[in-house]
């Protein structure tokens, strides 16, 4: 029975979570715009399903985005003559050099470019590179290798139907937006709804001045234009995220129909080139979760702890280092490695998995990792006929994948660093000293890695304790003729081990 504070409290519970009375509910869908009321009379028989079945078939647009009619971001609308004026276009725009003294041209890099599916209309927003080719011409480098840019394969539609493709190319819009831009969704998602979903609540559209796209209403810039879907035009050199410059490839060439803004726009570039840079920085936090994911909750992988893309140069999507629990079953190991290295064709060349206790972010741990735990022999695999993926394209056509089980696969002796509570201690005083802080990196004390005996720690505390003499009258009896230094004393004297 509930007493009369279980009811408050239920009250309480309906005020800020989801309404507990279908009523409630219904009147905050009709506060929000999201319930229609139909006036006529509906025969509940022959009516009621078939007409509620329309909405299957592309019916009332549901929350995310939602269009508005007007947006800041056509403040001002330039079209036409306004476009090819001196100084005027593309050339308004303060676009810099990315990387000065190899960059062919000032490059827009923190672009959202919107293109629609001519087939089923969904549209679809990546950040891809714009190169100044004129005041009224960019080229635009979408990438052609699987698991490569969603816009060109809209293109390939575009080029099928013999139509240029429309474009247009956001720049500076709520981070929130922005971010989904270099995120992997999958092909025919519309990222504005998921941007939607990350800011809980319908990002505000509208439709461009001269295309057929919806652009977010409150961006600060929008370059509209159209992609010639047959002619492509030399693009580069551009200094690119896998950290080398990409020489000139033929790609597509926008020319631009109109460029509208607000009255007083924000200019936004990206640092891309050399990793970690914010290139890199924005995929991370996406890339990661969603490829730990795939392992714990698609492919079920046991004793999966952690995913680590490796940043500096490699820049995400070579190498991949996979924690697991100790103890996990060498084929889940193997399972996971096998996962990582074929989610997307362009990440996972180098796979490594390790244990728990070694920090991925620590490379000096990780060739510690390969150097003890591993045999190269039993725990490497080499599997061939790897797309080349996101590189420079004068090394190598096609590439192959290594993974390796780095994982601590029997029992060792403890880490040979003080343990916690003596370097705890130490660093008390090195604080009360007064010594310039310090930053521990993983690992910064000694821990048991299962090959230990109870006898060891009598001597260890001996040790510390200043009673050493004591283990030393010990194993004055325990001496022994007739063996060769090194012999282990376990396998003379079979003592019992501690796990
Ligand atoms: C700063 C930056 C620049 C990028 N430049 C390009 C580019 O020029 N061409 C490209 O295809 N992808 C580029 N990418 C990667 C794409 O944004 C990424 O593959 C994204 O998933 C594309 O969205 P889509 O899958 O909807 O096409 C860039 C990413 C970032 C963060």
Sequence with gaps: MLDASDTAKRHQRSVVGPPLDFQHHLRLLEERGLLTRIDRAIDKDSELHPLVRWQFQGGLAEEQPVVVSTGACQEIVIKGSGLVGPGEGLASLPIPVS?????????????????RDPENGVQNMGTYRGALKAQDRLGVRMSSRPGGAGGYLHWRKYQKRKEPMPCAIVIGCAPVVL?????KLSVDQDEMAVAGGLAGGPIRIVKAATVDLHVPADAEIVIEGLIDSEWLEPEGPFGESHGHVALEDFNMSMKVTAITRKRNPVFVSIISQVTPSESSVIK?????????????????????KGLTMHEPFTNLRKVIFLQFARGTARTEVWRGLQGAASLRADCGKICIAISEDIDPANTDAIFWSLAYRSNPGE?????THRSAGHGPKSVVREDATILIDATIKHDMPPLALPRREFMERARTI???????????QAPWHGYLLGDWEDRYDVYARRAVEGRWAESGEETAKRRREGLIPETPVRSIEKLAKKS
């Excluded at 971010?179 to 995120?183: D, L």
């Excluded at 090195?430 to 521990?440: Q, Y």
């Design 99 to 115: 990387t000065p003294g190899f960059d062919s041209a000032p490059y827009l890099t923190a672009t959202l470019c919107i293109t």
């Design 179 to 183: 971010f989904t831009g270099p995120q």
């Design 284 to 304: 991370k936090v996406a890339f990661e979760p969603m490829f730990l994911a795939h392992l714990r909750d698609q492919l079920g992988i046991r004793g999966i």
């Design 379 to 383: 725990d490497v695999q080499i599997l």
């Design 430 to 440: 090195w604080n009360e000293l007064g010594l310039p802080a310090v930053s521990p």
